[in-house]
């Protein structure tokens, strides 16, 4: 069979080829860095995600090759397939990077910035969007939507006040359990997600939904308000699990495994779903088999007080070399007296 042709586009002037069918935004996670646009509800194994939260606009300068024109308007990279030739703009954009500061803003509108005691904090992606785009104050005059906290499963908390309602949990649920049994209820400005009975979610794989989550409107029972993220020890495991593959990611504080959940890439998705009973009742070491410590970005804040990649610095060593040194003089000395 006669070999695909593939697209050569650019993004911010990085030249890339991709197959044709590729997304912009595919795209320019295939180049990697500060050029991929942020992503709050597309996620690439939930068939149908994206076109949600237009965090992810970037700017088409170059149609194609056959038809240079540039796009009329922004585009949502990640609904947006690459034509041959196509030249993209996203941090090279001044019009990108203020549109991209307008839908942080109007995301923020309703949710709340709890994130000091938000279980999410740290690894909460509408933190990093806010930090690096956000405004120091809202705009907004209006009261902002509250909801009480409910329980949609046994071990799954919906705070709906900070959800962004970008879909991925009704996805999960459709795409990896038996039976979907809650949704996006309402439409436009009273939109919610809920269950319409508490406590309703009880399908194995449910609790994927709290990983898809970009936010902390999904959260682990088990774990809420156990600890801060970055004081917690991710380490790589794995068992031989019957219903899903069983790798995990644990996060220790001292010796006890506080949660368990699946092992996340680079773009902060899951790599491989894992099952409600890795996730909420296998929580003893002794049901793991250990691979080592996660490898966290150094950027990340759950990197702090990390340094099992780290050298030790010279100086360390020169120290304790001369300790030793020390040691074997003062056994030495002990001997002659
Ligand atoms: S609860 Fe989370 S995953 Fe579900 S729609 Fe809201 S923000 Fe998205
Ligand atoms: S990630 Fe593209 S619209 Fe949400």
């Given amino acids: 069979m006669a070999e695909e042709t593939k697209f050569k586009i650019s993004i911010d002037g990085i030249p890339v080829e991709v197959e044709p069918g590729t997304t912009i935004m595919n795209a320019a996670r295939q180049i990697g860095g500060d050029i991929v646009p942020p992503a709050m509800c597309y996620y690439t194994s939930l ?12 700017k088409v300068s170059k149609g194609s090759e056959k038809d240079p024109r540039p796009m009329p308007k922004l585009v949502a990279s990640c609904r947006t397939t690459v034509m041959d030739g196509m030249e993209v703009q996203n941090i090279t954009s001044p019009e990108v990077l203020e549109a991209r500061k307008g ?12 994130c000091p005691i938000c279980d999410q904090a740290g690894e909460c992606d509408l933190q990093n969007l806010s930090y690096e785009h956000g405004l120091e104050e809202t705009r907004y ?15 799954i908390q919906l705070h709906m006040t900070r959800c962004i309602l970008c879909y991925r949990c009704v996805m999960v649920a ?19 997600i809920s269950t319409y009975i508490t406590k309703a979610i009880d399908n194995d794989f449910s609790g994927n939904m709290i990983d898809v989550c970009p936010v902390g409107a999904l959260t682990d029972k088990t774990f809420r308000f156990k600890n ?19 790798n995990v990611r644990l996060w220790y504080k001292g010796e006890e495994v506080l949660r368990v959940t699946g092992r996340k890439d680079e773009f902060g998705e899951v790599k491989e779903f894992i099952c409600n009973t890795c996730r909420f009742d296998k929580k003893e070491t002794s049901d793991w088999i250990i ?16 340094y099992e990649t780290l050298a030790p610095p010279p100086v360390i060593e020169e120290n304790l070399k001369l300790q030793e040194g020390n040691k074997v003089q003062l056994e030495r000395t002990e001997k002659l007296k």
């Fill in 174 to 192: 459709d795409q990896l359990t038996d039976k979907r049994v809650h949704g996006v209820l309402g439409r436009g400005d009273v939109s919610e």
């Fill in 228 to 246: 801060r993220v970055w004081y917690t020890k991710p380490v790589d495991a794995h068992r031989d699990c019957p219903t899903c593959s069983g």
């Fill in 141 to 155: 005059e209006y009261k902002r939507r509250t909801f009480d906290k409910i329980d949609i499963g046994d071990k």
């Fill in 291 to 306: 691979e080592g410590p996660t490898q966290v970005e150094n950027t990340s804040v759950i990197a702090s007080n990390h």
């Fill in 103 to 114: 839908v942080v803003e109007f995301l923020l509108i309703n949710h709340p910035l709890d």
């Fill in 47 to 58: 068939e149908g995600s994206g076109g949600k939260c237009r965090t992810c606009l970037v």
